[in-house]
């Protein structure tokens, strides 16, 4: 937006004089008193500080937002910015007023309101506002705007009108045909729909130089009418409907820089007229259809080209990537043939060829690339060695040749990459030891050698690596013992060590391991030792299949008070299983010695055993009435045995009801308000009976009010330096912010209460438990139908959080954060985590917090942000967890990787597929293969080729 604040001033220089250059001259008097009306009616109808408002100056002109120039002999108001001064829409008929006294201001040039809350304007500022006929520049972005495309007849000078992020919809038809002297046209991230405009297609005056209508519902074909605007140098047509062939006429738009036709759904080939611009900067127009071969010259004057996700064919020409402008090359995911051209720019800093069939092996120029920081050459047939000089190339962050050919060792050269944070060099074949001198990767946060065929010791040196959260080496011959330094890494969140040939003592584990730590498949023996876990309290997964191990189950490992999968299957353990948390999904089958017995005691398959037991019990004793008291002894026993809870680690002996600091309803909602009763609540959670879900953050409790009605209660883990309260404000305000949301496949918060050291928040009860307990814990089989439904209320769900005028993003999304009012209404949880998380606190980095292990995006290992691109990642996993059946992660494989590794052919799509679902009717199987297409687009690695989550929502009720 800054471009077109300078592009304006720069319009109105010819015209207006500075008001340092007038400062003698003083404001008209009647536009003196409209500002004293207008900032009065700031301070006092929409609550904007006046120390923000710096009113109290003599001089208007000086106050902020306010803008004035010389006319004749005195000041007039030329440009006022008000954005983000809290103006909103509550009040009508104050905002009526204000209106009114802008429209007063006739020399007026420069309005920006955005940044606002004004989800709807007075009708009379579009009909009767003609004091504002002289109007050059309008900015009403960000605001929520909901209504029907407006129509700016009056404001015939407008050259600039930005309309972006709001909520307008229908189609605008000839609306803005009166505006024609229109320079810059910005109207993405609305709901419009239609084909492009008239505007478009008639007006040929030449003023239009942007024009941005991405992030819209537009559909139809791009229109000749566009190759009119020969002035245009900014054309932006993504994240739409658009269907069929780009027109081959961008000779007519000859001063045209950048061009964006990214997530539409055009085809047929790349229009050869782009080769001729010379002027062209910025070329995108990734997830299309489009096919064939890429124009030569192309990347003749373009500085970056992002062709990503299409069907291109053919191969690289050679000159492709040789340009000495270019900078950055994105053409992932096509069906790309031939070698690696070796002539490439020297300014090139971003190079994705991934996941195409080129075959050959890496040029040795790519070792002279100074500037080059991001390389990624996965999912190839490439083959040969590393080049040594690559480790040439200093400024490299991230290096992805994983899914090739590679063979030879591993260079040592690439021990000079100081900056690389992410590598990625899993699924080749290279041999030989781990060299130590490439373990001096200081900023490393993701190393991933695994399905190789190295070999040797893990060597001590990987201590070296204190910024590695990441480390996966499973899949190798390695052997000899895991090195006693691996403890010292302080950052450690995720270890992969599986099948290796591993063996000897285990080490203590760092205390940062929160995600996940597989040992399967190795030869470890003798007892488990519970000294190697001790420190490792938080973590997630334990995989220890696949081994010698013997022996009682340690109890130790109950202390491990955030896991959630333990993995025992195939050893030679004995005796009884300890009692873990009834969240714990323990895994023992292989150990013919070693039984369950009760625990889990709540979990729905224990009841059933516990009931046919008692069943059993009590037919026998029937026949013994000269027992029937030792009986009934007998019965009370077994059922507290298998109906109790064992909730180590929350049972306390003080039963003292929490003292409520601040207890609070935000809901309105009458039936609620009479509902909760917050004393009665804190009594409740004191019983860690009604404890029945538990998470890393969080603790549930199902509460029964005392007139009958059942809620969930959430505590949030405030031991967890990571969750930060702040100020009770602040933390008050978010959730009353949340609160208010008003989504059917959202859960708000409906009250809070805050005691001494900890915060709790109510919700509706969800009796169905989440969409990880009916897809993983349940013997019924989802049927396809349910699934379905379930996709579009979570895509619903996080498409409204997305479009929100603040944009909620989520922590944790996860098929465990899904709750299920009924198997066709989910409801998207934990939505606050995002506002009370601080990753800085962390003692490992955003990645180690970041959602549950299978769901974060692979860039959070090196962004360390939380994106809306992240959380479409996190979605995308959710789906393919729908349409496979399987888990996020099994066997110490990703499901986003594994679903990725075998997408290459139709054939392979197949074997994705739930069978036991997927052959139900041809309808059925047609569409699972369509969700399983937009589910792979929304696991795709680079975070720009994912599409936005409106038009996931798009895609999956279009799905047939």
């Known amino acids: 937006m800054g471009r077109y604040v300078h592009l304006f001033s720069f319009l109105l220089l010819s015209t207006l004089c500075t008001s340092s250059q007038v400062s003698a001259a003083q404001l008209n008097q009647t536009q003196a008193d409209v500002l004293h009306k207008l900032f009065t009616s700031l301070q006092s109808n929409f609550s904007v500080p006046s120390s923000r408002l710096n009113n109290t100056n003599a001089n208007p002109c000086n106050w902020n937002g306010v803008t004035c120039a010389s006319s004749g002999s005195s000041k007039v108001v030329s440009e006022l910015s008000f954005s983000n001064f809290g103006i909103s829409s509550n009040k009508s008929s104050s905002l009526e007023d204000f209106f009114n006294s802008l429209c007063s201001l006739h020399t007026l040039r420069h309005l920006d309101l955005s940044s606002n809350q004004l989800s709807s304007l007075p009708d009379s500022f579009f009909s009767n506002c003609t004091g504002l006929s002289g109007l050059k520049y309008l900015n009403l972005s960000s605001n929520g705007l909901i209504k029907q495309f407006p129509n700016f007849s009056k404001f015939r000078d407008l050259e600039v009108l930005d309309l972006s992020f709001n909520y307008l919809t229908g189609a605008f038809g000839t609306k803005l045909d009166s505006l024609?002297?229109?320079?810059?046209?910005?109207?993405?991230?609305?709901?419009?729909?239609?084909?492009?405009?008239?505007?478009?297609?008639?007006?040929?005056?030449?003023?239009?130089?942007?024009?941005?209508?991405?992030?819209?519902?537009?559909?139809?074909?791009?229109?000749?009418?566009?190759?009119?605007?020969?002035?245009?140098?900014?054309?932006?047509?993504?994240?739409?409907?658009?269907?069929?062939?780009?027109?081959?006429?961008?000779?007519?738009?000859?001063?045209?820089?950048?061009?964006?036709?990214?997530?539409?759904?055009?085809?047929?080939?790349?229009?050869?007229?782009?080769?001729?611009?010379?002027?062209?900067?910025?070329?995108?127009?990734?997830?299309?259809?489009?096919?064939?071969?890429i124009p030569i010259g192309l990347t003749k004057y373009a500085k970056i080209l992002d062709l990503s996700y299409n069907n291109l064919t053919g191969e690289l020409q050679p000159n492709l990537l040789s340009p000495p402008t270019l900078e950055s090359v994105d053409l992932t995911n096509n069906s790309l043939t031939g070698s690696i051209p070796g002539n490439i720019s020297r300014s090139l800093y971003r190079l994705r060829l991934g996941w195409n069939q080129l075959n050959?092996?890496?040029?040795?120029?790519?070792?002279?690339?100074?500037?080059?920081?991001?390389?990624?050459?996965?999912?190839?047939?490439?083959?040969?060695?590393?080049?040594?000089?690559?480790?040439?190339?200093?400024?490299?962050?991230?290096?992805?040749?994983?899914?090739?050919?590679?063979?030879?060792?591993?260079?040592?050269?690439?021990?000079?990459?100081?900056?690389?944070?992410?590598?990625?060099?899993?699924?080749?074949?290279?041999?030989?030891?781990?060299?130590?001198?490439?373990?001096?990767?200081?900023?490393?946060s993701t190393l991933n050698l695994s399905q190789n065929v190295l070999s040797g010791e893990i060597p001590s040196q990987i201590s070296n690596l204190q910024n590695l959260t990441n480390l996966n080496l499973g899949g190798n011959n390695l052997s000899g013992s895991i090195p006693s330094t691996i403890g010292d890494l302080r950052s450690l969140n995720e270890l992969q060590l599986g099948n290796n040939k591993l063996s000897g003592i285990i080490p203590a584990m760092p205390v940062s391991l929160t995600t996940a730590l597989n040992l399967s498949h190795n030869s470890f023996s003798g007892p488990?030792?519970?000294?190697?876990?001790?420190?490792?309290?938080?973590?997630?997964?334990?995989?220890?299949?696949?081994?010698?191990?013997s022996g009682l189950v340690p109890d130790s490992l109950t202390n491990l008070q955030f896991l959630t999968i333990l993995n025992l299957s195939n050893n030679n353990l004995s005796g009884t299983l300890?009692?873990?948390?009834?969240?714990?999904?323990?895994?023992?089958?292989?150990?013919?010695?070693?039984?369950?017995?009760?625990?889990?005691?709540?979990?729905?398959?224990?009841?059933?055993?516990?009931?046919?037991?008692l069943a059993i019990l009590f037919s026998v004793l029937g026949a013994f009435f000269g027992l029937l008291l030792f009986a009934g002894l007998i019965v009370l026993s077994l059922s507290k045995r298998f109906y109790r809870v064992e909730n180590v680690g929350l049972q306390s002996d003080d039963t003292t009801i929490p003292h409520i600091t601040d207890g609070r309803l935000i809901t309105s909602n009458s039936i609620h308000t009479s509902n909760i009763d917050f004393t009665k609540s804190m009594e409740s959670v004191l019983n860690p009976f009604n404890v029945f879900m538990k998470t890393r953050f969080c603790t549930y409790y199902r509460v029964e009010m005392p007139n009958g009605s059942i809620y969930s209660i959430k505590k949030l883990h405030l031991s967890e330096k990571i969750i930060q309260i702040g100020s009770q404000g602040k933390f008050v305000h978010e959730l009353e912010v949340l609160g208010r949301l008003t989504n059917s496949n959202v859960m708000v918060p409906l009250a809070y209460v805050l005691t001494t050291d900890s915060a709790y928040l109510f919700y509706e009860h969800m009796s169905m438990g989440t969409v990880f307990d009916v897809l993983h814990c349940s013997d019924?089989?989802?049927?396809?139908?349910?699934?379905?439904?379930?996709?579009?209320?979570?895509?619903?769900?996080?498409?409204?959080?997305?479009?929100?005028?603040?944009?909620?993003?989520?922590?944790?999304?996860?098929?465990?954060?899904?709750?299920?009012?009924s198997m066709n209404e989910p409801q998207i949880g934990d939505i606050e985590l995002y506002k009370v998380i601080d990753p800085s606190k962390s003692t490992g980095s955003l990645s180690a917090i970041a959602g549950t292990v299978g769901y974060i995006p692979p860039e959070y290992a090196y962004t360390m942000r939380l994106t809306m691109a992240g959380n479409v990642y996190s979605f995308g996993v959710v789906l393919l967890e729908l349409l496979t059946g399987k888990p996020p992660v099994s066997e110490g494989i990703e499901l986003a990787k594994w679903a990725l590794s075998h997408s290459g052919r139709p054939e392979d799509r197949e074997g994705i597929l739930d069978s036991r679902i997927s052959r139900a009717s041809i309808p059925v199987h047609s569409q699972m293969q369509s969700v399983l297409k937009i589910a792979l687009a929304c696991v795709a690695i680079s975070p720009e080729s994912r599409p936005k989550m409106r038009n996931v929502l798009r895609m999956l009720f279009n799905a047939e």
């Not at 009692?579 to 292989?590: E, Q």
Request: aromatic share 8%; hydrophobic share 40%; charged share 15%.
């Open 360 to 444: 050959g092996t890496i040029p040795t120029s790519i070792g002279e690339l100074s500037r080059l920081s991001f390389l990624e050459l996965d999912g190839n047939n490439l083959s040969g060695q590393i080049p040594n000089n690559l480790g040439n190339c200093k400024n490299l962050t991230l290096l992805n040749l994983a899914s090739n050919n590679f063979d030879n060792e591993l260079p040592q050269e690439l021990g000079n990459l100081s900056n690389l944070v992410v590598i990625k060099l899993q699924m080749n074949k290279f041999r030989g030891r781990i060299p130590y001198q490439i373990l001096k990767w200081v900023n490393v």
């Open 578 to 613: 300890p009692n873990f948390r009834s969240w714990v999904n323990v895994i023992i089958t292989g150990n013919a010695l070693l039984s369950r017995e009760a625990t889990n005691s709540d979990h729905p398959y224990s009841k059933k055993k516990a009931n046919f037991s």
């Open 528 to 549: 488990i030792p519970s000294s190697s876990f001790i420190n490792s309290r938080e973590l997630e997964v334990l995989d220890l299949s696949g081994n010698n191990f």
């Open 180 to 293: 024609t002297q229109l320079k810059i046209l910005n109207l993405s991230f609305n709901r419009l729909y239609g084909m492009i405009p008239p505007l478009i297609n008639v007006q040929q005056n030449g003023t239009l130089k942007e024009l941005v209508l991405s992030t819209n519902n537009f559909n139809g074909t791009i229109p000749y009418g566009i190759f009119k605007h020969r002035n245009l140098t900014h054309l932006d047509l993504s994240q739409n409907n658009l269907i069929g062939i780009v027109p081959d006429q961008f000779n007519n738009l000859s001063k045209l820089e950048t061009l964006l036709l990214n997530a539409n759904n055009l085809l047929g080939n790349i229009p050869t007229s782009l080769t001729n611009l010379k002027t062209l900067s910025r070329f995108a127009a990734y997830q299309n259809n489009f096919s064939g071969s």
């Open 780 to 821: 019924n089989v989802l049927d396809w139908q349910c699934r379905y439904s379930i996709a579009l209320g979570v895509a619903q769900g996080l498409a409204f959080l997305h479009g929100c005028t603040q944009p909620v993003l989520l922590l944790d999304l996860s098929t465990r954060s899904v709750h299920l009012k």
